[in-house]
């Protein structure tokens, strides 16, 4: 069960990120998007990767 959950969590993320990603092109505000994106997710201490 617990692999299911995690795989439709991750189908989930991924689509609404494709979503963003495609209505942020279209606004030409996608390097805005890029960025705020990857400052919230980047990590941020070598102890919370892996």
Do not use: P
Request: no cysteine.
């Amino acid at each position: 069960l617990g692999l299911r959950l995690i795989t439709l969590h991750n189908l989930h993320f991924y689509l609404y990120l494709m979503n963003r990603a495609r209505t942020e092109i279209e606004r030409q505000s996608f390097d805005k998007f890029r960025r705020a994106f990857v400052a919230e997710y980047k990590t941020r201490d070598a102890t919370t990767a892996a």
